[in-house]
């Protein structure tokens, strides 16, 4: 049974600093993409930022210097790390791992989400 667990959101203010972690069971991990989406209330899924099993990482733009994503092979486990948290960071974050190996694939097994809340 595959299993994505976030954990570490919450209620933070702007400026504040929060790390998300997802733990991956169930599939491999260490040579699979892996990736944070959000849902802001009202508006559509967006995707934050993957890091490559190759341990290279991206973002979307109004992320940039302020995110850090990274994984550890030996526990299983992506987090994201978010300084400077500003109020239209609010939203239900996401993990997800993609369904291929080496970069192939889409991201097809998700988690349940956790809540993050930035009050300005």
């Known amino acids: 049974q595959v299993q994505l667990v976030e954990s570490g959101g919450g209620l933070v203010q702007a400026g504040d600093s929060l790390r998300l972690s997802c733990a991956v069971s169930?599939?491999?991990?260490?040579?699979?993409?892996m990736g944070w989406f959000r849902r802001a209330p009202g508006k559509e899924r967006e995707w934050v930022a993957t890091?490559?099993?190759?341990?290279?990482?991206n973002y979307r733009d109004s992320v940039k210097g302020r995110f850090t994503i990274s994984r550890d092979n030996a526990k299983n486990t992506v987090f994201l790390q978010m300084n400077s948290l500003k109020a239209e960071d609010t939203a239900v974050y996401y993990c997800?791992?993609?369904?291929?190996?080496?970069?192939?694939?889409?991201?097809?097994?998700w988690g349940q989400g956790t809540q993050v809340t930035v009050s300005s």
């Open positions: 997800a791992s993609k369904g291929g190996l080496y970069g192939s694939g889409s991201y097809d097994y």
């Open positions: 890091i490559t099993w190759r341990n290279l990482p």
């Open positions: 169930g599939r491999p991990f260490s040579n699979v993409d």
